[in-house]
């Protein structure tokens, strides 16, 4: 429900008004129209089933089907301000013997379903997950309160069930044309369903979770630091890892036909500071005008500030991607390199609060920014216009190093492939079937895995 119109196009337009008993022809039509904005409602319904088949070191057979989504109400704008509220939810069906809870609860680990799909140690749950005042005046919006993000270093990374949500503020002017400055400051988050997997391990760190993400499950709102950190050591002691949050500087410029400029700053109080650059540049192939090329390349260099509280960091990843397009057709190269890391924790670029930028992550293998590190991806796409189907496939190989936060002292290779099918069902506005699948092998040493995704959205 976007607008609602009360029209009259005529009052007694067949010629008719009533005076004292009268019956008088109408000189003219009388015309009235009343629009009145009742504001919006938005959401996306989701349900989702997983399966993932372990063989190696572990085998083992989890899957899971879960329902859910997000609905919310945007209030018309009325001097320039305006408001958000959407509540996010997810319900799981017991299609095994237990429930998930019960499957958890039996020894600490997932045995029959799959905990991405689900909020802290297999439970449901629902909460208010977007709250916050937006105000335009001119080319300058301001937001403030609960709401989704979705930035190069932290973001929503949407993957599963519920995505990452946070509470900041966010600023953003285009008066310089052809650029758009952005400054934020997030003080909490709120994880999403696909933490679960990382469980707060140091594998974490690296592919978008930190090591207290456990804590901000289920819809609970957590200082920015112990989300990245946790709140208690090895031996089960309290750590105050509480910092001031997150501030982000960036500056978007596309004044350039074909030229995209991006540089963020993320100034993670008394942890770490860590800028993030990007570059896309657009052309017409020279053999042929049909053929659109694009290269592009990204930068992150992170180091320690104030207290240090993850240790000593020093860590470098930068990414080079080429892509052509033909018509329906498009595929992409790209080659990444991540560093030697200098720091207590060792693990290469550090990522706890949902970002995750790279060019050659896999759908699940994120061991691109591992230290010493060196991957390749090449992927391609197909539209098949006439029938609403996109199909995608992609083949990713990671050269880890010893360097790396996941198995010590070890280095080794592993690989991932896997595909995606959407279909957007023409006949129902906003449906879109997906069906998605990877297969990582040697995701450590000795581990693989087949894992099957079906998900349909409904977008309102």
């Not at 819809?219 to 001031?244: C, H, R």
């Not at 896999?362 to 609403?388: E, I, L, P």
């Amino acid at each position: 429900m976007k607008v609602v119109k009360l029209s009259f196009a005529a009052i007694l337009a067949t010629g008719a008004v009533f005076a004292g008993g009268d019956v008088k022809p109408a000189e003219a039509p009388v015309a009235i129209e009343a629009e009145k904005d009742w504001g919006e409602v938005f959401g996306q319904s989701r349900t989702f089933y997983i399966d993932r088949s372990y063989s190696g070191i572990l085998d083992n057979n989890r899957n899971s089907l879960n329902t859910g989504g997000y609905i919310g109400y945007k209030t018309p704008e009325f001097g320039g301000f305006s408001a958000v509220i959407a509540a996010y939810g997810t319900y799981g069906f017991e299609i095994h013997s237990i429930s998930a809870e019960e499957d958890y609860a039996d020894n600490g680990k997932w045995n029959s379903y799959d905990p991405s799909l689900y909020g802290r140690d297999g439970e449901n749950y629902g909460f208010i997950g977007q709250a916050y005042l937006n105000f335009t005046y001119d080319k300058t919006t301001v937001k403030a309160g609960r709401m989704r993000l979705d930035t190069p270093l932290a973001g929503a990374d949407d993957a599963r069930m519920l995505p990452n949500l946070f509470e900041a503020a966010v600023l953003s002017n285009t008066n310089i044309e052809g650029t758009t400055l952005i400054a934020a400051h997030v003080t909490k988050e709120t994880v999403g369903t696909f933490g679960n997997i990382y469980g707060g391990g140091v594998l974490g760190l690296t592919s978008g979770y930190g090591l207290g993400m456990k804590e901000a499950l289920s819809g609970d709102f957590v200082n920015m630091g112990t989300v990245a950190l946790g709140s208690t050591d090895a031996d089960g002691n309290y750590i105050d890892n509480e910092t001031d949050g997150v501030t982000a500087l960036a500056a978007v410029y596309s004044g350039v036909e074909g030229l995209k400029l991006r540089a963020w700053d993320y100034i993670a109080w008394d942890i770490l500071n860590a800028v993030y650059l990007q570059a896309d540049y657009g052309w017409n192939c020279l053999l042929s005008d049909k053929v659109k090329m694009k290269a592009s390349a990204q930068y992150i260099h992170e180091s320690e500030i104030g207290d240090a509280l993850a240790g000593d960091v020093s860590s470098d990843y930068f990414a080079l991607k080429l892509a052509a397009s033909l018509d329906d057709l498009s595929v992409y190269a790209a080659y990444s390199a991540t560093g030697d890391s200098d720091g207590a924790l060792n693990g290469g670029i550090i990522t706890p609060w949902g970002g995750m930028p790279a060019f050659t992550q896999g759908m699940v293998t994120r061991h691109q920014f591992f230290a010493n590190t060196d991957t390749w991806k090449v992927a391609g796409s197909y539209k098949f216009a006439d029938y609403g189907v996109k199909a995608s496939v992609y083949y990713a190989s990671f050269d880890i190093g010893a360097e790396n936060s996941y198995v010590a002292d070890t280095s080794w290779d592993a690989s991932e492939y896997g595909f995606d099918i959407q279909y957007n069902v023409a006949s129902i506005e906003g449906l879109n079937l997906r069906l998605r699948a990877n297969f990582p092998r040697d995701f450590k040493p000795g581990l693989d895995w087949d894992e099957y995704r079906l998900i349909i959205n409904y977008t309102f």
